[in-house]
């Protein structure tokens, strides 16, 4: 089964850091130039594009609200986001994706990820940031 397995969320301070990890399971993102991005759904909110990378010309989009805290990267197995200087208002369940046809401005709103983001998903993993 082609999937994506997401590890790495928890509970951290503010000020903190944290590295999630996601992981190509029966295929690697080597087989096609794939697109592949984090996004997070807070309380209350709709999902919102996090960060995401073109692996085929390495452009890359960051939030304004995570610039120069996150950054994003990936082998050909496994996709990162590495979050520094976390602050409470990223406690969110952060998901990760992978499609063939995305762009790596995922700006969007929730309608556009959703519909354009058809390819792979992970199950989402938890992260809290207390104050």
């Known amino acids: 089964e082609e999937k994506l397995v997401e590890s790495g969320g928890g509970l951290v301070q503010a000020g903190g850091s944290l590295r999630l990890s996601c992981e190509a399971s029966?295929?690697?993102?080597?087989?096609?130039?794939?697109?592949i991005g984090w996004f997070r759904e807070a309380p209350g909110k709709e999902r919102e594009g996090v960060s995401c990378m073109s692996r085929s010309d390495g452009r890359t989009y960051y939030a304004d609200s995570v610039k120069g805290r996150f950054t994003i990267s990936s082998d050909k197995n496994t996709m990162y986001l590495q979050m520094n200087s976390l602050k409470p208002e990223d406690t969110a369940d952060y998901y990760c994706a992978a499609d063939r046809t995305a762009l790596a401005d995922c700006s969007g709103s929730y309608y556009d990820i959703l519909t354009v983001w058809n390819d792979y998903w992970g199950q989402g993993t938890q992260v809290t940031v207390s104050s």
């Open positions: 029966g295929f690697t993102f080597d087989d096609y130039d794939y697109t």
